[in-house]
């Protein structure tokens, strides 16, 4: 049995100001003038303010839909935000180019959910890692061949592997080279999309275990996006709960899995099917379906399913964030 | 430090050995299904041996393609088809009971050799207006599909614009326009080939481009023309190679259909598409002269589509399967 | 009196690589209105042992053990014609993908009416054989079809009932769809439903809205319930037995609480410790080592053998049998009293 102390350095390693990341599609000349279509904008992200600390796993989780992949691809610049400010080691990355790119790239790297798309399919393993290698800089060949090797060791993969093409290797194995591909640049920062999402249970446990036993060494930073709560709940120092585009909860784990304060995270916590949870009151289940963030309703994202609605405000004004001390952040009318 | 360079090009050495063991197993495993696909392989001699036999043409020929041996030689009917006469023609002019095997063209020209010389030029056509076309169009739409933009519009548009004309009427367009001859030719075919690949590379990078290992490249700080050319366009290329063979028995059709209409490539040049023209006004008495270069065209364009259909099976289900 | 008894029942797919053991000689047994889950990963024979029970298996896979007996028949001996009265009457199914279930072409009203157009339910009653082929004629016949699925529609609860019958599948949600699902199995009334993962593909706040509608439907009609999953947490839940396959067997079968709390079979103890929980204390999971196996390649006794912490040469002795270690708690091991 192990608690998570973490000693924090207290210093934000990347935060997000007031981030929007909206899709806009525009239909064609020809449809604007004779319908008069308007264009679609999907508000995936819609003003986050977020902030990681060095050293610490923030966990990321909400349902389809909510904006946490959107959100995470913005902050590893792969999305250039509608507005808002990225800042990385103190220093406004938003709109950087050149050089400062090539900086951020070099610390900041990202693990995909789907194991099948997220290797080249026409590259072997070796050359999967050696472009990871070779953009950190290691030129000299000799020192790439033993580092590939050192990797694969390292992510628990066989080192006969190291010609093998991705099709070749099971999904578990499949991720762990992801896994290498994303150390090989000796990263600071790592945003795990969903990592393991698309495995199966038992592969899941042996990836987790592996994220895990990496962040014990190293000591990076990661933004764990999930929608498994008790994957979040295993892995995050802090959670922050997502809904339409927007963040509705943060605190840190055990807090925020003992004292849910928003109505849609006691929702979230109440819908797990349980192994092992105490015995719960009656289940909460919402009504209605997870919207889409076209056209979100005004107010509180949450207020056509909120089961514990405040009055009119809920439908008019969008909710500031309110601490709630320990940590504690909650963006709800009823705490205002 | 110089053990260190020297053992850092051994070992430079070494991986290039490894490297080149790796591309052997590949091409192994693609001949062994290639094997196994009966059509395919059955095409794959047939275009083999006609390559060959276009390279090896001045040694295999066996007569002068380009000049009569004798003009008493004129329409000689292949060996199984003379009569008294013909074999009194050949005695006479000291020549076996059975050379000139395929029989003769209205200019007393050996048919079989005009065909094995014809099959360079057909062949040729075939290479380089689909390479060239590939070239252009996978270049092109590579780079429409993946910036889209003012790029992308232009392009399509103007590929629209061309498709709008049918394939042939346009070539005979551009050949009337700059003149009979080989180069005239290629460009002909190219001007409006380009435009598949275009289509095809545009539309495959459009999907391929939201795959998850382009975001890994790009995170790894690579830079967006390696990413395009060599991080993509190796998974669209297979595509690619199968429309490229299947293309090039079109072309060679298409290089007939202007030969025949007197705009490719001209006499006395053999081509097999002039061939049969030329053969055209016998066609009654003499049905060999067009006959037999049509019938090769037909057995070499064959073959290029089943060697294409079966790369489209080799190719592609390879890469989902396992 | 059990409803559906499966003894034995052993399918295997004939592939160039070698013969697939993807079910191997496996028991079940359920009563009326009771819910079993079947638990394990992907590739450990659930699904195929569904679509066994149907015998919907696709070439080249072919069933050559074992009997399932259904209210005192043995389906794999009836004839294919009777099989088609029992799928979707008598035992129906609902799939994990309702996005690829549903057809994309018809709209969602017509595709339940299809299933008690196809079984002949005419005004209540069941299994008539007369087919009546003409659209025009039986206007009454197409009222009624026409209420009860509207019936159905506000069974699953699905929200304003007279718009859903004409939408397409396309225009609903994913949980919206798995109501679909639902509704189409139900519509004949039948005495069991095959849940094959239906609620893998949907958020976790939908996933306990169709659980809860389950219960209910479930607790309303008497239906038995066989759910597949590879969610411990749903299973747990929702079955009041749980059967847990590995490569093809069931190792471990028993009361829900019993297998949960205590389990036997190295297997579940192993799923159970790698599965991270939410408790007061975090507790650190322990992975099981090395990999699902080829079903191809099995050559050992028990399927479990190369991964397992407890292996012994024991294993290796003879066939091992299933042992009952308390009521209506069985394991599959060598190791077991």
């Known amino acids: 049995m192990k608690a998570r102390i973490k000693e924090k350095t207290g210093e934000p390693l990347t935060t997000v100001k007031g981030i929007k990341k909206y899709f806009i599609k525009k239909p064609s000349l020809l449809a604007k003038a004779i319908t008069r279509q308007k264009d679609i904008v999907i508000k995936a992200v819609d003003d986050v303010n977020l902030e990681i600390r060095e050293g610490e796993i923030l966990g990321l989780v909400g349902e389809s839909g909510c904006g946490k992949t959107t959100l995470g691809r913005v902050m590893l610049k792969l999305y250039e935000p509608t507005a808002g400010k990225i800042f990385f080691e103190g220093k406004d990355i938003t709109y950087c180019n050149g050089e400062a790119v090539r900086e951020f790239r070099r610390k900041a790297q990202i693990i995909f959910q789907n194991p ?48 093998n093409y991705p099709h070749q290797f099971s999904g578990g194995q499949r991720q762990r080279i992801s896994i290498a591909r994303a150390l090989a640049m000796r990263p600071k920062f790592i945003i795990a999309d969903e990592p393991v999402s698309s495995l199966d249970v038992s592969i899941q446990a042996q990836i987790l275990d592996l994220l895990e036993s990496l962040q014990e060494e190293y000591k990076f930073t990661y933004l764990f996006i999930a929608h498994d709560l008790s994957v979040i709940f295993y892995i995050s120092d802090r959670v922050a709960v997502m809904y339409l585009g927007k963040i509705v909860e943060v605190a840190e784990t055990v807090e925020l899995f003992e004292n849910p304060l928003h109505p849609y995270t006691k929702a979230l916590l109440s819908a797990i099917p349980g192994v092992g949870m105490k015995k719960r009151e009656k289940r909460i289940i919402l009504k209605g379906a997870v919207p889409t963030p076209i056209d979100p309703p005004q107010g509180c994202r949450f207020h056509p399913r909120c089961f514990v609605k405040k009055g009119k405000i809920c439908d008019l004004k969008e909710p500031t964030r309110i601490p709630m001390g320990n940590s504690h952040y909650v963006y709800c009318h009823l705490f205002s | 430090m110089d053990e260190q360079v020297q053992e850092g090009m051994v070992m430079n050495v070494n991986l290039y050995k490894v490297k080149l063991k790796i591309w052997l197993m590949n091409f192994s495993s693609f001949l062994r299904d290639l094997m196994a696909h009966r059509a395919a392989f059955l095409g794959a001699v047939i275009v083999l041996i006609c390559i060959l036999a276009a390279v090896l043409a001045p040694r295999i020929a066996p007569h002068n393609p380009f000049q009569a041996d004798s003009l008493r030689l004129r329409l000689l009917p292949p060996f199984w088809a003379r009569g008294e006469n013909a074999f009194q023609i050949l005695a006479k002019l000291g020549k076996e009971k059975f050379s000139y095997l395929l ?14 010389y014809g099959a360079r030029a057909s062949l040729l056509v075939g290479v380089l207006a689909v390479g060239i076309s590939t070239f252009v169009g996978v270049s092109l739409g590579a780079i429409a599909g993946y910036y889209r933009g003012w790029f992308d519009n232009v392009f399509s548009r103007f590929a629209d614009l061309l498709l709008a004309f049918p394939y042939l009427i346009f070539a005979i367009f551009i050949m009337a326009v700059m003149g009979p001859g080989f180069s005239n030719l290629i460009f002909a075919l190219t001007l409006k080939g380009w435009v598949e690949f275009f289509r095809l590379v545009r539309g495959e990078m459009l999907s391929e481009k939201t795959k998850e290992y382009v975001d890994a490249a790009k995170v790894t700080g690579q830079s967006k023309f390696i990413i395009i050319f060599f991080e993509i366009l190796p998974n669209i290329i297979h595509t690619v190679i199968v429309l490229a063979t299947l293309r090039m028995g079109y072309m060679i059709i298409m290089e007939a259909s202007l030969s025949f209409l007197g705009l490719g490539i001209q006499p006395p040049t053999p081509a097999w598409g002039s061939m049969v023209n030329a053969g055209r006004a016998y066609m009654l008495n003499a049905w060999w002269v067009s006959t037999f270069p049509g019938l090769f065209m037909l057995v070499l364009v064959l073959s290029i589509n089943l060697l294409g259909e079966g790369l489209r099976d080799i190719l592609d289900p390879r890469l989902k399967i396992d | 009196m059990d409803l559906l008894r499966i003894t034995n029942l052993t399918t295997v797919f004939l592939t160039r690589r070698g013969v697939v053991r993807a079910v191997d000689h496996i028991n079940l047994r359920i009563k009326e209105g009771e819910v079993i889950g079947l638990v ?6 659930k699904s195929v042992s569904m679509l066994s029970i149907l015998r919907l298996v696709p070439y080249p896979g072919k069933i050559i053990d074992g009997e399932v007996i259904f209210n ?4 794999l001996k009836k004839p294919l014609t009777e099989m088609r009265k029992i799928r979707g009457k008598e035992i129906a199914m609902i799939f994990q993908d309702p996005m690829t279930t549903l057809n994309p072409v018809f709209r969602v009203g017509e595709q339940i009416r299809e299933s008690l157009r196809i079984h002949g339910i005419i005004n209540g009653n069941h299994g008539e054989k007369k087919r009546v082929f003409s659209w025009f004629a039986n206007k009454a016949r197409r009222e009624f079809e026409q209420q009860r699925v509207m019936k159905l529609i506000e069974e699953v609860e699905l929200p304003s009932p007279e718009e859903r019958y004409h939408q397409y599948p396309y225009e609903l949600s994913g949980g919206m769809q798995q109501r679909v699902l639902t509704a189409i199995a139900l519509s004949c009334e039948p005495k069991l439903i095959l849940a094959d993962e239906p609620t893998t593909a949907l958020d976790v706040t939908v996933q306990a809205q169709i659980l809860e509608l389950f219960n209910r439907v479930i607790k309303k009609h008497r239906t038995s319930m066989i759910l597949v999953t590879h969610n411990l947490g749903v299973a747990a839940e929702f079955c009041q037995r749980i059967g847990v396959m590995y490569a093809g067997r069931i190792v471990e079968t028993g009361p829900t609480n019993k297998v949960m709390e205590n389990p036997k079979h190295p297997y579940t103890c192993g799923l159970l410790r790698s599965i991270p929980k939410i408790s007061k204390k975090r507790v650190r999971i322990k992975p099981i080592p090395g990999n699902v196996p080829d079903l191809v390649e099995l050559s050992h006794k028990c399927a479990f053998y190369p991964r397992c912490e407890k292996a012994s040469p024991v294993c290796e002795e003879k066939e091992i049998e299933l042992k009952e ?6 394991v599959h091991c060598a190791l077991s009293k």
């Open chain 3, 325 to 330: 270690v308390e009521e209506g708690h069985l």
């Open chain 2, 103 to 116: 029989g003769c063209d209205e200019l007393g020209r050996d048919l079989l050799s005009r065909i094995i």
């Open chain 3, 72 to 75: 005192g028949e043995n389906l």
């Open chain 1, 116 to 163: 099948y798309a997220s290797l080249n399919p026409r590259k072997a393993v070796r050359e999967i890692i050696s472009v990871s290698l070779k953009n950190r800089g290691v030129n000299d060949p000799r020192q790439r061949e033993e580092e590939i090797l050192s990797l694969l060791r390292e992510v628990g993969l066989n080192e006969r592997h190291i010609n």
């Open chain 3, 40 to 45: 394990g990963e992907s590739g450990c024979g």
